[in-house]
C-alpha cells in the first residue's frame, strides 16, 4: 500500500498592514517635519518604531512570515517610482538635492513645482499619486528602501517576505506625463521595466530573501487580450530568472477572472487569491484552470473591508 504525501501545514499571514500607527503617530511625524517641528532623524526613527512595532505584533498574531517593503512615508506607488527611477523632470533637482524632501515634493508639490496627481486607489477611500511615463521614460532600480527594511524586519529575528507593487498594475496605473500624447500607453514600456524588477528581485535575493509579494490588483479588473498577454509575458520572464527569490504574485479586490489561468500557467511559485465577497469566484475558477500543481496558494479569507471581528469557523 503506498502512503499519500502529507498535506502541507496551513500557515498565517496577511498582504501588508495599516502604517499610521495605534495613535496616528506616522502622520503627526510626517507633519511635524513639514512644519519644521520634527527633524530627519526623529521622523525616520519614529517610522523604525512603528515597523519593529507592526512586525513584533504581528509575530505574536502568529502570522510566519511578515510583509516588509509596505510602509511608506506618503504612498506605495510611489515608493515603486522611486525604486524604478521614474522621477519626473520637474523634480530631479529636488531629489538630488535632498532625497526626503524630493520625495515630498513628488507628493505635495513646493513653492517651485506641482506634485504628482492623485487618484483613489481602486475602490477604496485610499489614494495613490500616478506615475508620470512616456516613450523617452529611462528606468533604473533603487532597491534602498526595500532591502533596508527586509534587513531590518531580519535582525529583529522575523522572517521578512518584501512586498512590491507588480509592474503590470504599476504601468497600468501610470499616465502619460506633461508633453506625451494622451493616447501614449505607459504598458508599452513593460520590456524595459522588467529588467529594472530584475535587477531588484536579485538585490532582494542577495539579502536573503526567500519569497517576495508582486501586487498585481489591476489584473481583477476587465483586461484587454492584449494587457493579458502583457501579464503574461511580465511573469513570464521573471519568473524564468535564475536569480531571484520565490515569487508570489498576489490580487485583491475581487475576481481575477480570465487573469487567473494565466497566472496559474506562469513559472511562478504561488498565487495570492481573494476569497471574499466577488472573490469567491476564483474558488471555482481555480478549480477550472486545474489548480495550482506545485505551487503556493495564499487564500484570501479576511475581509479586510469588514469592520468587525472575523468569523474564522465561517471564512475557513
Keep these: 500500500m503506498t502512503a499519500k504525501p502529507a498535506a502541507a501545514a496551513a500557515r498565517a499571514t496577511v498582504y501588508g498592514y495599516p502604517r499610521q500607527g495605534q495613535n496616528r503617530e506616522l502622520k503627526k511625524a510626517v507633519e511635524g517635519y513639514w512644519k519644521g517641528r520634527v527633524d530627519a532623524d526623529t521622523l525616520r526613527q519614529t517610522a523604525a ?73 481602486f475602490d477604496t477611500n485610499y489614494h495613490y499619486l500616478v506615475p508620470e511615463l512616456g516613450p523617452d521614460t529611462v528606468f533604473t532600480a533603487d532597491s534602498t528602501k526595500q532591502v533596508a527594511e527586509f534587513k531590518e524586519a531580519l535582525a529583529l529575528g522575523h522572517t521578512p517576505r518584501p512586498v512590491l507593487v507588480g509592474p503590470v498594475t504599476y504601468l497600468l496605473l501610470a499616465k502619460a506625463a506633461p508633453g506625451v500624447a494622451a493616447d501614449f500607453e505607459p504598458l508599452t514600456l513593460l520590456d524595459r521595466l522588467l529588467p529594472v524588477y530584475a535587477e531588484v528581485l536579485a538585490d532582494l535575493r542577495a539579502a536573503g530573501a526567500e519569497w517576495v509579494q508582486l501586487d498585481e490588483p489591476a489584473l481583477v479588473q476587465d483586461r484587454t487580450p492584449a494587457e493579458l498577454n502583457a501579464a503574461a509575458r511580465a511573469y513570464r520572464e521573471l519568473g524564468g530568472l535564475a536569480d531571484r527569490p520565490k515569487l508570489l504574485v498576489a490580487s485583491y479586490f475581487g475576481r481575477l477572472g480570465e487573469a487567473l489561468p494565466v497566472l496559474a500557467k506562469a513559472p511562478v511559485d504561488g498565487l495570492a487569491l481573494d476569497f471574499t465577497e466577488t472573490g469567491a469566484g476564483n474558488l471555482d475558477d481555480l478549480a477550472a484552470a486545474g489548480g495550482l500543481p506545485g505551487k503556493r496558494l495564499v487564500a484570501g479569507v479576511v475581509n479586510g473591508r469588514n469592520i468587525w471581528i472575523n468569523d474564522y469557523e465561517k471564512s475557513l
Excluded at 510566519?64 to 504612498?75: E, I, N
Excluded at 525604486?83 to 505635495?108: I, K, S, T
Design 49 to 121: 518604531e512603528l515597523r519593529r512595532g507592526t512586525w513584533q505584533q504581528l509575530a505574536e498574531a502568529g502570522v510566519h512570515d511578515v510583509p516588509t517593503g509596505d510602509f511608506s512615508y506618503y504612498d506605495h506607488v510611489l515608493d515603486t517610482s522611486v525604486m524604478v527611477g521614474a522621477v519626473p523632470e520637474r523634480h530631479r533637482d529636488a531629489v538630488r538635492a535632498d532625497a526626503l524632501d524630493g520625495y515630498f515634493a513628488m507628493a505635495r508639490g513646493n513653492q517651485d513645482v506641482a506634485p504628482l496627481e492623485m487618484t483613489k486607489w
